[in-house]
């Protein structure tokens, strides 16, 4: 049984070629009909605070390059509140 809600258009964990053909990584969600990326990430209320991080944004634009997408969104959860703050990457 999936963990996950079936949206029409919406890809969840997938994985990301570069040209080369090697792995970058894999997404947590694609949505193609709106063209976008979306990474998930946990953090506690300390790490809410310092986000977005580079290395997570240097991700997400490695998603989307091998996606040839031109938008992304790091979604940072807090882990003991469930709060959720997002912020928007251009590939």
């Known amino acids: 049984m999936e963990n996950h809600v079936e949206m029409p258009g919406t890809d969840w964990e997938g994985d990301v070629y570069d040209e080369?053909?090697?792995l970058v990584g894999r997404?947590?969600?694609?949505?193609?009909l709106g063209s976008?990326?979306?990474?998930f990430k946990t953090k506690s209320e300390s790490?809410?605070?310092?986000?977005p991080y580079p290395e997570d944004i240097a991700q997400?634009?490695?998603?989307?390059?091998?996606?040839?997408?031109?938008?992304g969104f790091l979604v940072y959860v807090d882990?003991?509140?469930?709060?959720?703050?997002?912020?928007?990457?251009?590939?």
């Open 20 to 22: 080369s053909g090697e």
């Open 27 to 32: 997404y947590d969600c694609y949505d193609q």
């Open 36 to 39: 976008a990326v979306y990474e």
């Open 47 to 51: 790490g809410m605070r310092r986000a």
């Open 60 to 71: 997400l634009e490695g998603y989307l390059e091998g996606l040839d997408e031109r938008i």
């Open 79 to 91: 882990r003991e509140t469930l709060d959720v703050d997002h912020y928007p990457v251009l590939g």
